[in-house]
């Protein structure tokens, strides 16, 4: 146990030393003798000091020294330690990153900072916004996260010491100069983990593949009036973003073997969501994607609960509306984070998706959920989901953007669209294993002590001890004033006059 | 009968006689020299006759031989009665045996032992032996007697006095014959100085008067540590006592009592300190003795009721 203030309990122990001194050293009228030569002794003082060994009232003593000292021992601002230390390394997962609990504890097994460190995933620890499962691309929101949970952690935990940020990372590109800024705010090192360069590449393929697009006004390629492109807008900026993303990839496709080409056909569906028909399955090996006009997909469904006013009350599946005004400032996919110069305004984020699907997975390091998403925004929220359905998959691209736009004509939309465009069950995110240490900003931990202190709410302050703890101090000073009631009414008593 | 406590007193002071310190004026035949020349069988001188002498007092045979007419002379013997003038004021019931340790005497205690002593010493050379005294339960008075019992009866009398009060002493004395011997027994707290005023006066008429002032030793040893003194008499008096003042008080209680037996003396009265730590057989002894002044106790002296 330490004290913030350990002067103002030293303060308290002087002064019940004084007050037990003088308890000593009364001043009272001595006892009365009889004497009948007492015109003989020297007229002086009636008082006296009364040197005594045992102090007179003890229970005056006692309760103005305990009074004393509870209030001292109030004042000083005591804190509750514990001799055991335990470390706690902070994980933020970004999206696009495979992990679990397990697979993230092995992975910093071998690391110097965090090696028998209890393990935390940030997004998980936090009541996730919708949508969010893991961290952010998004510095200042991963941040805030991360010393906003440090600060429970370390409130909730009295045992824990130090505390380090790892930042598991998707993408090995971007500018670093947000991380950097909001580094400073986390009071100790902060580690990286990121894939190699050239981990978002797709593994070398020993057949050609050629990619035809194929505009439908259905996912299934049903024609509703007789054509497929029944129902497809002219002069589509996204139509026109495939086939050139298409030609691209074709292009790059061409260095790879030529004894053998497989054309897959990319089934591109525009209609509005209020049209479109949902299907139980897919042609083997069939690519969909469904990419709404006003990029909101088909509507979700509530598994427990009703959504009200567009906000989730219980349990969520699928796609919601997004809170009116709510934007994000990139949107990441294969590692490519489009953003920079770009409104943020272009991407219609009206939508999002909720619950993925985590259920464990039986092989290690890959996902194979009903669910994948393959692109996120910058905060975290799904953009892009990938479902299987048969042999063949479907995806959804709940982003809207304006027509005439030529973002997705830019590199940076290149992530986004070799995934559009890739096989299905493409592998969409990094394998943990596939992460690497990339950088550390310092070699020591966060101090638990720097997150102690301040307001728990407050997102940049420290801890207080668990609610118990909390409230000692005040049960102190309580417990001085309820003892120098009583001193009062003893002295009170013991002062009375007897009839 | 006096009291069965006082039966080792009384043993103690058998055969002791107690004569005056001066002689005596003309009384009943006694024991004390008298300023009368009479007829008793101790012869002192012959002195020529002269017209009118008793002729009874005629030496015949001196006549017979010288042919010459001388009377014998010879001292007379007189009794004088003895009067106890006993101080019996709230200050003479220091210290209260209840409240000390060992129960010690108090100093009414003391001067009755005395007072009893004197009285059958008086009493048994035939003096008339008288009592006054004052206290809590008004003034006591037992008439100068010489029949038996007299000793007993001034001794219950002295037992059935509650001490306490401030009653003054003058007034008492003025009953008492001027030819008296007069025994006074006191603190000297109370009306000291009236007091000494009317032994002073008394002293002057020829009487004798002799002043035993009875000093505790309790008063002489303080008791250690801090206490407020206060005067049973005078409630207005009151004073801190601890190892401080004890010197200084010694000092002002020296020099009162020596201030007291000068004043005493001076006046042609007896007087002597009674110290309670003395045993008031060799206080009645000394006193007797005239030796009075100088009396202290010895190492060897307890306060058993035994020696007393």
Same mark, same amino acid.
């Given at each position: 146990m330490t004290f913030a203030s350990p002067f103002v309990l030293g303060i308290a122990a002087a002064a019940a030393l004084v007050i037990a001194g003088l308890h000593l050293l009364s001043v009272r009228r001595p006892p009365e003798l009889l004497l009948?030569?007492?015109?003989?002794?020297?007229?002086?003082?009636?008082?006296a000091v009364s040197r005594t060994r045992?102090? &007179?009232?003890l229970l005056l003593l006692l309760l103005r020294v305990g009074a004393l000292l509870a209030a001292g021992f109030a004042l000083a601002g005591p804190r509750f330690t514990t001799t055991r230390a335990e470390r706690v390394a902070l994980v933020g997962v970004e999206p696009g990153v495979l992990a679990d609990t397990a697979a993230v504890r092995r992975l910093l097994a071998t690391d110097v900072l965090t090696a028998n460190a209890r393990v935390v995933l940030v997004a998980e620890s936090l009541s996730a916004?919708?949508?969010?499962?893991l961290a952010s691309y998004d510095a200042a929101q991963l941040f805030p996260r991360a010393i906003q949970l440090a600060a429970r952690t370390v409130r909730d935990d009295l045992a824990v010491d130090s505390l380090a940020l790892i930042v598991l990372r998707?993408? &090995?590109?971007? &500018?670093d100069s947000a991380w950097s800024a909001w580094r400073?705010? $986390?009071p100790g090192s902060v580690v990286t983990y990121s894939p190699p360069a050239d981990a978002s590449q797709p593994p070398p393929r020993r057949v050609a593949r050629r990619v035809v697009l194929v505009p439908v006004a259905a996912v299934d390629g049903t024609?509703?009036? %007789? &054509?497929? =492109?029944?129902g497809m807008p002219p002069d589509d900026v996204v139509e026109a973003s495939f086939r050139w993303h298409a030609a691209r990839v074709n292009h790059n496709d =061409?260095?790879?073997?030529?004894t053998a080409v497989v054309v897959d056909s990319i089934f591109l569906s525009r209609i509005p969501s209020r049209q479109f028909a949902p299907r139980d399955g897919s042609l083997p090996g069939r690519v969909s994607i469904y990419w709404p006009l006003d990029g909101a997909p088909n509507m979700g469904a509530a598994i427990n609960g009703t959504p009200a006013n567009g906000a989730t009350t219980g349990q969520w599946r699928g796609w919601q509306a997004a809170p009116a005004g709510d934007t994000a400032s990139a949107l990441v996919a294969g590692g490519i984070a489009m953003m920079?110069? $770009?409104?943020?305004?272009?991407?219609?984020?009206w939508n999002a998706f909720v619950d993925v699907d985590t259920s464990p997975n039986t092989e290690a390091d890959t996902l194979a959920p009903r669910w994948q998403p393959f692109a996120w925004w910058s905060?975290?929220?799904?953009?892009a989901i990938e479902q299987y359905a048969g042999k063949g998959c479907e995806r959804t691209v709940a982003v809207m953007v304006a027509q005439g736009h030529d973002i997705l004509l830019s590199p940076a939309a290149n992530g986004l669209f070799d995934r559009l465009l890739a096989?299905?069950?493409?592998?969409a995110s990094v394998a943990i294993a596939a992460l690497s240490l990339r950088?550390?900003?310092?070699?020591t931990l966060a101090p638990a002590s720097a997150f =102690? %202190?301040?307001?728990?709410?407050?997102?940049?302050g420290g801890a207080t001890p668990n609610r118990v703890v909390r409230w000692i101090p005040s049960l102190l000073l309580a417990l001085s004033l309820v003892a120098l009631v009583a001193e009062w009414r003893v002295r009170r008593i013991a002062n009375a006059p007897s009839i | 009968m006096a009291s069965q406590n006082d039966g080792p007193l009384l043993d103690a002071l058998r055969g002791v006689r107690w004569p005056a310190r001066r002689v005596v004026g003309a009384?009943?035949?006694?024991a004390h020299r008298s300023t009368q020349r009479g007829t008793s069988g101790e012869f002192t001188e012959y002195r020529l006759y002269r017209?009118? /002498?008793?002729?009874?007092?005629?030496?015949w045979k001196l006549l017979a031989r010288s042919d010459r007419a001388f009377v014998r002379l010879t001292n007379d013997r007189a009794v004088v009665a003895t009067w106890f003038a006993i101080d019996a004021s709230l200050?003479?019931?220091?210290?209260d045996a209840s409240s000390t340790p060992g129960g010690a005497l108090s100093k009414w205690a003391f001067a009755r032992a005395i007072a009893v002593g004197l009285a059958a010493v008086a009493h048994a050379s035939g003096d008339p032996v008288g009592l006054v005294t004052t206290g809590a339960n008004g003034p006591q008075r037992l008439s100068a007697r010489t029949r038996r019992g007299t000793v007993g009866e001034l001794a219950r009398l002295l037992d059935a006095v509650v001490v306490g009060g401030a009653h003054a002493l003058t007034p008492l004395l003025?009953?008492?014959?001027?030819r008296a011997r007069l025994v006074i027994l006191t603190d000297?707290?109370? /009306?000291a100085d009236d007091v000494l005023r009317v032994a002073a006066q008394r002293s002057a008429a020829g009487a004798i008067v002799e002043c035993l002032h009875v000093v505790a030793r309790e008063e002489l040893e303080l008791p250690v540590g801090a206490f407020l003194a206060r005067d049973p008499e005078q409630a207005t008096v009151e004073r801190t006592m601890d190892r401080r003042t004890h010197e200084a008080y010694r000092n002002r209680f020296d020099a009162f009592r020596t201030e007291r037996a000068r004043l005493w003396r001076a006046s042609g009265a007896g007087y002597a300190e009674a110290r309670t730590d003395v045993p008031a057989t060799r206080v009645i002894r000394q006193l007797i003795a005239g030796r009075?002044? /100088?009396v202290a106790p010895s190492a060897a002296e307890s306060f058993t009721p035994e020696g007393r």
């Open positions: 009948p030569t007492a015109r003989f002794l020297p007229a002086t003082e009636v008082r045992t102090p &007179s009232d916004p919708t949508g969010t499962m998707a993408h &090995s590109t971007g &500018s400073s705010a $986390w024609p509703t009036n %007789g &054509s497929p =492109r029944d =061409r260095s790879a073997s030529d920079g110069g $770009w409104p943020v305004a272009q991407f219609g984020r905060d975290g929220r799904v953009a096989p299905c069950k493409h592998p950088t550390a900003s310092g070699t =102690r %202190g301040g307001d728990p709410d407050d997102i940049m | 009384a009943l035949p006694g017209q009118g /002498d008793d002729p009874r007092q005629l030496d200050s003479m019931a220091y210290p003025s009953a008492i014959p001027l000297l707290l109370g /009306d009075g002044r /100088d």
